[in-house]
């Protein structure tokens, strides 16, 4: 199964997490600002972790072309950390909160499986991330509001460059490959745990 058909296979999460208040929110600009403060402190504990996954694939990579296909992922993944620096330097954002449980789990699962597991289970249990991403940027671009606080986040995801960025990560995990089970059990459990990273952050300013 192609990457493209894993997504379209878990699009009943991918669009529960397009139509929770959390995302919606974002796109019409109602979402409370404790709540997305608190998003954007935790994701910057996810992104580290991302990068570190991205990091192990560097120096497992099986190939050239992997190792800089890898390379480029991990520079877009600190391309990301200073967006986030950015929204924390105009919010006053603290960057370097305690993980939530939610961003626990997520972090556990990923750094597990990219400590543990080969490369192509590894591009498995990342590729959600960045296709959900990029598939919500585009979801939500038709639907933000010109006066949203948060548009810059909508745009970023639905720009060009990430959409280039996940096609990369899927082109890996379609190349890379692995066990089928085991890819299609790390593909389903990461877009479960975006959900409930969405969840809890959408909590957080309840």
Not at 43 to 56: G, I, K, Q, W
Not at 147 to 165: I, K, R
Request: aromatic letters at 12%; proline letters at 5%; glycine letters at 10%.
């Amino acid at each position: 199964m192609k990457a493209s058909e894993r997504f379209d296979a878990n699009r009943d999460l991918a669009e529960a997490c397009r139509d929770h208040p959390f995302l919606r929110g974002i796109a019409d600009g109602t979402l409370d600002r404790g709540a997305f403060c608190f998003y954007v402190g935790q994701d910057a504990a996810f992104l580290e972790a991302f990068v570190r996954a991205y990091a192990l694939c560097v120096a497992r990579a099986p190939d050239r072309r992997s190792l800089e296909e890898f390379k480029g992922l991990l520079d877009g993944g600190f391309d990301e950390l200073r967006l986030h620096a950015g929204y924390a330097e105009r919010w006053g954002v603290d960057l370097d909160p305690a993980p939530a449980p939610a961003t626990s789990a997520y972090t556990d699962f990923l750094l597990r499986v990219a400590a543990l597991e080969p490369v192509g289970h590894v591009c498995a249990a990342m590729t959600p991330c960045m296709r959900l991403y990029a598939w919500l940027g585009t979801e939500l671009l038709p639907l933000v509001d010109a006066g949203s606080p948060y548009a810059e986040w909508v745009h970023t995801y639905a720009a060009p460059g990430f959409q280039e960025l996940a096609a990369g990560l899927e082109g890996l995990l379609d190349r890379l490959g692995g066990d089928d089970e085991a890819i299609a059990l790390h593909y389903r459990r990461a877009m479960e745990l975006e959900l409930a990273f969405f969840a809890a952050a959408h909590g957080a300013g309840a």
